[in-house]
């Protein structure tokens, strides 16, 4: 017992590097931006503690609300709703196309769904940047309008979260969801079968096996 316990104990030694890390990089810059906060300091010279006049004056300025709520929008554009959009799309490629259409038919469609993942980030913004151009671009070109997508403020934000819905960002979610539709299986039963007697009958000592077939299921 105490020569397992002793050797669970060096496994925290692997976790010292990464745990070093962590509070250089993400504890230690925190908690000095926390006391920052409560001061008034402009990056040179020495701060001066001036208490929570710096919140007071956040949560009165009406840009910080414009921004919170634009913050929100965002994190429901790509976070929330691909995440959801990703689950369906798994589930609708394995539950309804793989058995409609065969599984080379969801195997193509999937491929082609994650394609836009393999491409940076800047590339995708250039190609969106070019469709959504308001002289030349291939958005107003197919749709005969004149906007600026990108340029507008009454349109910029809810271009930006319509990008990502149909952009890669909910590539990821359905890329993982994907090994759990195709591997997860309906459960099953095991109906045992008969045992003849040793020596006296034909059939012998025979193995349960289990009724009920396997097939590939999601949510």
Do not use: K
């Not at 459960?187 to 009958?201: A, K, V, W």
């Amino acid at each position: 017992m105490s020569v397992r316990t002793g050797s669970r104990r060096g496994y925290w030694l692997y976790l010292v590097p990464s745990l070093l890390l962590f509070l250089a990089v993400i504890v230690v810059p925190f908690v000095m931006n926390v006391g920052a906060s409560f001061t008034r300091w402009s990056g040179v010279g020495t701060p001066r503690w001036i208490g929570l006049d710096n919140y007071t004056r956040l949560l009165a300025d009406e840009r910080f609300w414009e921004s919170f709520q634009h913050n929100v929008g965002l994190i429901v554009a790509m976070a929330i709703v691909p995440t959801a959009i990703g689950l369906v799309l798994a589930a609708a490629l394995f539950d309804y196309i793989g058995r409609r259409f065969g599984a080379r038919t969801a195997s193509a469609l999937r491929a082609m769904y994650y394609l836009p993942q393999v491409l940076p980030v800047a590339v995708a913004g250039v190609v969106w940047g070019w469709m959504l151009h308001p002289s030349y671009g291939a958005v107003n070109q197919i749709l005969g309008l004149d906007l600026d997508w990108l340029g507008d403020p009454d349109l910029a934000l809810a271009t930006v979260m319509g990008g990502s819905w149909c952009g890669s960002s909910s590539a990821i979610p359905s890329s993982s969801s994907w090994p759990g539709c195709s591997g997860w299986t309906r459960p099953t039963t095991r109906r045992p079968r008969s045992t003849g007697p040793r020596g006296g009958g034909s059939s012998g000592t025979s193995r349960s096996r289990r009724s009920g077939r396997r097939s590939s299921w999601c949510c």
